[in-house]
């Protein structure tokens, strides 16, 4: 089995800043795009930011230039680093991955989510 643990959220100020983790553990072969996910109170989820294994990412447009994704393939951890924070950031954030697990003489894709860590953004 595999599991993704967030950590990282809570309440800030609008214009302060938070970093979020997401660590991947268990039979892992290989971990393809890992993203970021995030559910407003009735809303629905959406994408945040995506990055490929090669490091090539994309993200959402209300968040170019203030959040930034990256990871670390040998820790099989993806972080959010979250800048200039706005009220309309407020959400559940949380994490996927599409993970290669070893299945018979080869490999299986899995995707995976975490549970989701709150962000608070107070004006």
């Known amino acids: 089995q595999v599991q993704l643990v967030e950590s990282g959220g809570g309440l800030v100020q609008a214009g302060g800043s938070l970093r979020l983790s997401c660590a991947a553990s268990?039979?892992?072969?290989?971990?393809?795009?890992m993203g970021w996910y995030r559910q407003a109170p009735g809303k629905q989820r959406e994408l945040v930011a995506v990055?490929?294994?090669?490091?090539?990412?994309n993200y959402e447009d209300s968040v170019l230039g203030r959040f930034t994704i990256s990871r670390d393939n040998a820790k099989n951890t993806v972080y959010l680093q979250m800048n200039s924070l706005k009220p309309e950031d407020t959400a559940v954030y949380c994490c996927?991955?599409?993970?290669?697990?070893?299945?018979?003489?080869?490999?299986?894709?899995?995707?995976?989510w975490g549970q989701g860590t709150q962000v608070t953004v107070s004006s």
């Open positions: 990055i490929t294994r090669g490091g090539n990412t």
């Open positions: 268990g039979s892992i072969f290989s971990i393809n795009d």
């Open positions: 996927n991955a599409d993970v290669r697990r070893i299945y018979g003489i080869g490999t299986t894709a899995y995707n995976y």
